[in-house]
């Protein structure tokens, strides 16, 4: 029996995706229905995203690394033998594409700010925000990956706070560019005085800080949103106090709904403190659900795959995540004694998740789909039951959906959980006007006025090209 209708607003839909062969649950492109093998075709990307509008879903949520999982083994042999995340393209290349094929999807890809430059990245979400007429949203990550930093000519990556000041910095610029170097009335368009954009509506901007020297203009006009929607993974406690300051949606990829219920607590209480409301940030979970028309039917489609997911591949995952070579372990390690007052403890005790005798043999037991996201594996009702008790008991928004077999994983939610969501009052049955940013919020285009970009916005009226007063932040920085 279906549980009872609804009060809360309408859940976040995502499908999660990456632009390469395996992703959270690896393995399964082994599997002779699945297509992620043609990640590098345009079609796969296009099908995908009308799919996806079929099912009123809010985004696709395109995730990325830089680097390759090395550590197992001490080596990539499994990682490319198995195709855990490698090869991968550019996520942001594929999003014009399903821009172009869809009206509504959002569309939120992960771009690391540890190896760019935020003049040139404020011009390609600019670009995206544009082409997608404001369907564009940024993950934001600062990575972890030792060898992204020595693919990128550095000796390893920057220490783990430090990452998040640099990024704080990075922000500031962007802020900039995206908010106060155009004004809103700066393109005039003006065929008969020949003006296209008034010189006196844009500011140049100046930024000194210990990270970056900015001196220019921002090269594109203002676009729908001129920021894109905020996204960000994280739940250290700097990675918290960083999404209290700017992040719109916060993606926890966690297992227990105690533990995720007191995150969120946290999380909400940072952005109070950091001066916006709680419900200004939306908290998103990975699920793996596994859906049939019956019980029977999804138990043996869940065990169908299973025989195809490969939980090596998937340990070869972990253990770059971890910093540990899972690969000398046996089956009987308890894991917690092998790693006691050291950084790495921590990452056990989330995999663990408080148990003391948890071993490796216990771990490849979860691995068993080839990933460690919420399995949920019913029918329809079982499946829209968990989501809902998610949403109840640990005050989430929404969800990202990891793929199991493309493309019939999410058709089979559109086509069974989709209908007994909305029957629930928990899905949407047509999409609200506008960008993704109203779509979310149903506060307009635009960051609200509290979000700490704000202070880098221009008067409502007034401002030229000639240097303006300092704004003051925590850098001591000034836009001109």
């Given at each position: ?373 919420a399995t949920v594996v019913g029918d329809a009702q ?67 006025a509290h979000h700490y970009a704000q202070q880098f ?24």
């Amino acid at each position: 029996m279906a549980a009872p209708h609804s009060a809360r607003a309408p859940i976040i839909l995502n499908a999660f995706n990456m632009a390469s062969v395996g992703h959270i649950n690896h393995g399964l492109w082994t599997h002779p229905r699945d297509q992620s093998s043609h990640y590098h075709r345009l079609d796969y990307w296009t099908r995908l995203a009308k799919e996806l509008e079929r099912g009123l879903f809010d985004g696709l949520f395109i995730a990325d690394i830089i680097g390759a999982y090395d550590t197992y083994q001490q080596s990539v042999d499994v990682t490319l033998r198995e195709s855990v995340q490698l090869p991968i393209n550019d996520p942001t290349l594929v999003v014009p594409a399903m821009a172009a094929v869809t009206e509504h999807l959002g569309f939120g890809v992960t771009v690391n700010l540890s190896y760019e430059q935020p003049y040139l990245l404020a011009r390609r979400f600019s670009t995206l925000d544009h082409l997608t007429q404001g369907r564009i949203g940024w993950n934001i990550v600062t990575g972890y990956l030792d060898s992204a930093a020595r693919a990128m000519g550095q000796p390893q990556q920057l220490a783990h706070d430090a990452r998040y000041d640099r990024a704080d910095e990075f922000m500031d610029v962007l802020y900039q560019l995206w908010e106060g170097s155009w004004s809103d009335s700066a393109v005039l368009r003006d065929r008969a005085a020949r003006i296209y954009a008034d010189p006196q509506q844009v500011r140049r901007v100046q930024h000194s800080g210990p990270h970056f020297q900015v001196d220019g203009y921002h090269l594109s006009e203002p676009s729908p949103q001129r920021t894109p929607v905020l996204l960000q993974a994280g739940s250290s406690g700097r990675g918290l106090q960083f999404a209290a300051r700017h992040a719109e949606c916060v993606f926890m990829a966690v297992q227990d709904k105690a533990s995720t219920a007191a995150l969120v607590r946290q999380l909400r209480a940072e952005a109070v403190r950091a001066g916006r409301q709680p419900g200004d940030i939306k908290v998103l979970v990975g699920m793996t659900p596994v859906v049939g028309a019956t019980t029977r039917q999804a138990q043996e489609k869940y065990e169908e795959y299973c025989r195809y997911a490969s939980p090596e591949a998937a340990l070869a995952h972990l253990s770059a995540t971890a910093g540990i070579d899972f690969s000398t372990y046996e089956r009987d390690t308890p894991l917690l004694q092998q790693h006691r007052s050291n950084g790495i403890e921590n990452s056990i005790k989330r995999l663990a998740n408080g148990r003391e005798d948890y071993r490796l043999g216990d771990l490849l037991d979860e691995l068993a789909l080839g990933g460690r996201y919420a399995t949920v594996v019913g029918d329809a009702q079982q499946i829209a039951d968990e989501m809902q008790s998610w949403v109840e008991e640990a005050g989430v928004d929404g969800f990202n959906l990891a793929r199991t077999v493309v493309p019939e994983c999410f058709g089979d939610f559109i086509d069974l959980v989709v209908p007994e969501l909305q029957s629930r009052g928990l899905h949407k049955s047509a999409y609200a006007p506008g960008t993704m940013r109203h779509k979310l919020f149903g506060l307009g285009d635009r960051l609200p006025a509290h979000h700490y970009a704000q202070q880098f916005r221009q008067p409502a009226q007034g401002g030229g090209a000639q240097a303006s007063p300092s704004l003051s932040t925590q850098h001591a920085q000034a836009l001109a």
